[in-house]
Nanobody
Protein backbone atom coordinates (compact mmCIF):
# COMPACT_ATOMS: atom_id res chain seq x y z
CA UNK A 1 0.00 0.00 0.00
CA UNK A 2 1.46 3.31 -1.07
CA UNK A 3 0.92 6.51 0.87
CA UNK A 4 1.32 9.79 -0.96
CA UNK A 5 1.66 13.26 0.57
CA UNK A 6 1.70 16.35 -1.59
CA UNK A 7 3.18 19.72 -0.69
CA UNK A 8 4.14 22.97 -2.32
CA UNK A 9 0.78 24.44 -3.21
CA UNK A 10 -0.18 27.99 -2.43
CA UNK A 11 -1.41 31.32 -3.71
CA UNK A 12 0.57 32.82 -6.54
CA UNK A 13 0.11 35.42 -9.24
CA UNK A 14 -0.35 34.75 -12.92
CA UNK A 15 3.02 34.21 -14.57
CA UNK A 16 4.65 32.79 -11.44
CA UNK A 17 6.12 29.34 -11.04
CA UNK A 18 5.53 26.65 -8.43
CA UNK A 19 7.01 23.24 -7.81
CA UNK A 20 4.79 20.65 -6.23
CA UNK A 21 6.35 17.75 -4.37
CA UNK A 22 4.99 14.35 -3.49
CA UNK A 23 6.54 12.09 -0.89
CA UNK A 24 5.80 8.39 -1.24
CA UNK A 25 6.03 5.72 1.41
CA UNK A 26 4.80 2.23 2.11
CA UNK A 27 5.89 0.60 -1.10
CA UNK A 28 8.82 0.15 -3.43
CA UNK A 29 8.69 3.56 -5.01
CA UNK A 30 10.79 2.76 -8.03
CA UNK A 31 8.31 0.10 -9.12
CA UNK A 32 5.41 2.55 -9.44
CA UNK A 33 4.68 4.74 -12.40
CA UNK A 34 3.57 8.08 -10.97
CA UNK A 35 1.17 10.74 -12.13
CA UNK A 36 -0.43 14.06 -11.31
CA UNK A 37 -4.06 14.99 -11.69
CA UNK A 38 -5.91 18.17 -10.84
CA UNK A 39 -9.46 19.19 -10.10
CA UNK A 40 -10.63 22.72 -10.50
CA UNK A 41 -13.49 24.07 -8.36
CA UNK A 42 -16.69 22.63 -9.76
CA UNK A 43 -14.79 20.63 -12.35
CA UNK A 44 -13.86 17.04 -13.01
CA UNK A 45 -10.52 15.41 -12.31
CA UNK A 46 -8.11 16.11 -15.12
CA UNK A 47 -4.95 14.27 -16.06
CA UNK A 48 -1.83 16.44 -15.84
CA UNK A 49 1.25 14.28 -16.35
CA UNK A 50 2.73 10.82 -15.87
CA UNK A 51 6.21 9.40 -15.51
CA UNK A 52 7.54 5.88 -15.89
CA UNK A 53 9.23 3.89 -13.14
CA UNK A 54 12.73 4.89 -14.13
CA UNK A 55 11.80 8.45 -14.98
CA UNK A 56 13.11 8.03 -18.50
CA UNK A 57 9.77 8.74 -20.11
CA UNK A 58 7.18 11.33 -19.26
CA UNK A 59 3.90 12.43 -20.74
CA UNK A 60 2.19 15.77 -20.14
CA UNK A 61 -1.31 16.72 -21.13
CA UNK A 62 -1.14 18.45 -24.47
CA UNK A 63 -2.82 21.56 -23.08
CA UNK A 64 -0.09 21.87 -20.43
CA UNK A 65 2.91 20.81 -22.46
CA UNK A 66 5.66 23.38 -22.39
CA UNK A 67 4.60 24.80 -19.02
CA UNK A 68 4.35 21.75 -16.74
CA UNK A 69 7.07 19.15 -16.22
CA UNK A 70 6.94 15.99 -14.15
CA UNK A 71 10.05 14.42 -12.66
CA UNK A 72 11.02 11.95 -9.97
CA UNK A 73 13.89 11.09 -7.69
CA UNK A 74 13.86 7.39 -6.86
CA UNK A 75 16.63 7.84 -4.30
CA UNK A 76 14.34 10.10 -2.27
CA UNK A 77 10.97 8.51 -3.07
CA UNK A 78 9.80 11.83 -4.46
CA UNK A 79 7.92 12.98 -7.51
CA UNK A 80 7.65 16.61 -8.58
CA UNK A 81 5.55 18.82 -10.79
CA UNK A 82 7.23 21.98 -12.01
CA UNK A 83 4.64 24.51 -13.12
CA UNK A 84 5.72 27.61 -15.00
CA UNK A 85 3.88 30.64 -16.37
CA UNK A 86 0.88 29.82 -14.24
CA UNK A 87 -2.55 31.03 -15.32
CA UNK A 88 -5.73 31.59 -13.32
CA UNK A 89 -7.22 28.55 -15.03
CA UNK A 90 -4.52 26.41 -13.39
CA UNK A 91 -6.26 27.00 -10.08
CA UNK A 92 -7.12 23.55 -8.74
CA UNK A 93 -6.47 20.87 -6.18
CA UNK A 94 -3.47 18.90 -7.43
CA UNK A 95 -3.23 15.21 -6.66
CA UNK A 96 -0.22 12.93 -6.70
CA UNK A 97 -1.02 9.41 -7.83
CA UNK A 98 0.59 6.00 -8.26
CA UNK A 99 -0.50 3.19 -10.52
CA UNK A 100 1.44 -0.07 -10.75
CA UNK A 101 -0.18 -0.65 -14.14
CA UNK A 102 0.21 2.90 -15.34
CA UNK A 103 1.48 3.15 -18.86
CA UNK A 104 3.06 5.88 -20.88
CA UNK A 105 0.57 8.49 -21.93
CA UNK A 106 -2.71 9.69 -20.51
CA UNK A 107 -4.08 8.09 -17.36
CA UNK A 108 -7.78 7.88 -16.60
CA UNK A 109 -8.58 8.70 -13.01
CA UNK A 110 -11.13 5.97 -12.26
CA UNK A 111 -8.48 3.31 -12.82
CA UNK A 112 -5.75 4.86 -10.67
CA UNK A 113 -5.54 3.09 -7.29
CA UNK A 114 -3.40 5.37 -5.13
CA UNK A 115 -4.06 9.05 -4.42
CA UNK A 116 -2.73 11.67 -2.09
CA UNK A 117 -4.95 14.16 -0.32
CA UNK A 118 -4.08 16.93 -2.71
CA UNK A 119 -2.41 20.31 -2.48
CA UNK A 120 -4.24 23.46 -3.47
CA UNK A 121 -2.91 25.86 -6.05
CA UNK A 122 -4.56 29.23 -6.50
CA UNK A 123 -3.45 31.55 -9.26
CA UNK A 124 -4.64 35.13 -9.09
CA UNK A 125 -4.89 37.35 -12.12
Amino acid sequence: QVQLVESGGGLVQAGDSLRLSCAASGGTFSTYPMGWFRQAPGGEREFVASITRSGDNTYTSESLMGRFTISRDNTKNMVYLQMNRLKPEDTALYYCTADPKGGQGIWYWPTVPYWGQGTRVTVSS
